[in-house]
């Protein structure tokens, strides 16, 4: 674990960055360089106020020089931040565990535009539990039963149990009415990076995802279906529902991508993690966790 020499500050833990090899004059020339959204007269009045430092916690003023192969910290500041009207609920907490019940929209971790609004900051600032960091990914646009630990020591126990995928996830998920479909199913498929970026893609090749998909109930033009991913690629439950024919109600990436309805919260994706079953590496005791939200 790396020890930050900042405090966190508001439930927002030090962000880092090493110099890399180059000849840049200065370190705010080189900031400058590697944030071009970040204007230096920002940069100068984050040093200024003793908010850039080395590793030992020197502060570092706009004068300090380039110094390749260090590594800096800083706080990310963000000038506007749209306030995501929903709220996460903690379903169980022990010594070692904290589990949540996460609404649509909320990022899981500070990126991009976000930052307080974010489900790590808004957990940090609740419980003040300064160690808590996720063991899974959940994407922003879904909701549900998402994990964290709160113990350094054994974290890495439970992140092994997603890697070598000894957890049971159950989700949910709203799609058009397939009656030519027979359920339930397997599919399985190659996905890789697509394009743009963000999205990905099934490709001719040997299958790397599986997930099982089977019907819960018809809701005239849609049905609720319940899925269990084998495996935990981006996406992967967005991408084979397309694959079906039957992309997730309100999917603005697959099959096609559609414009961005920025802060517009009137259309969540219809994808619940609806639950979280596994043995607990430390205990040895069966855990379950279950969303109570409903899609």
């Known amino acids: 674990m790396v020890t930050t020499p900042l405090p966190i500050v508001d439930g927002v833990a030090p962000s880092y960055v090493w110099l890399p090899t180059g000849d840049w004059p200065d370190l705010l020339t080189f900031l400058v360089h590697r944030f071009p959204a970040i204007p230096a007269t920002i940069w100068i009045g984050r040093m200024d106020k003793g908010e850039v430092v080395d590793a030992q916690g020197a502060r570092l003023p706009s004068t300090a020089p380039y110094r390749q192969g260090c590594r800096i910290y800083y706080y990310r500041e963000l000038d506007a931040e749209t306030p995501i009207p929903f709220e996460e609920v903690i379903l169980y907490q022990d010594e070692r565990l904290l589990v949540v019940d996460k609404p649509h929209f909320l990022p899981v971790i500070p990126a991009g535009r976000f930052l307080h609004e974010t489900l790590l900051v808004r957990l940090k600032k609740k419980t003040g539990l300064s160690e808590l960091s996720p063991i899974h990914r959940l994407d922003r646009e879904t909701a549900g039963v998402m994990m964290f630990s709160l113990d350094i020591a054994t974290r890495g126990a439970y992140q092994s149990l997603f890697q070598q995928r000894l957890v049971e996830k159950v989700y949910e998920a709203l799609a058009p009415t397939m009656p030519q479909i027979h359920f339930p199913l397997t599919h399985r498929?190659?996905?890789?990076?697509?394009?743009?970026?963000?999205?990905?893609?099934?490709?001719?090749?040997?299958?790397n995802s599986e997930t099982q998909i089977d019907l819960i109930a018809h809701r005239q033009e849609n049905s609720l279906y319940r899925l269990q991913p084998l495996t935990g690629k981006k996406h992967q439950l967005r991408v084979h529902m397309a694959s079906l024919g039957m992309p997730i109600i309100n999917d603005i990436f697959y099959p096609t991508i559609n414009p961005c309805k920025g802060d517009d919260w009137s259309s969540p994706l219809k994808l619940l993690a609806k639950s979280i079953s596994l043995v607990d590496p430390v205990t040895g005791q069966r855990l379950y966790f279950e969303s109570q939200r409903t899609i």
């Not at 190659?190 to 001719?204: D, K, L, Q």
Request: cysteine-free.
């Open 189 to 207: 498929s190659r996905m890789v990076e697509g394009t743009p970026f963000f999205r990905m893609e099934e490709v001719s090749g040997e299958p």
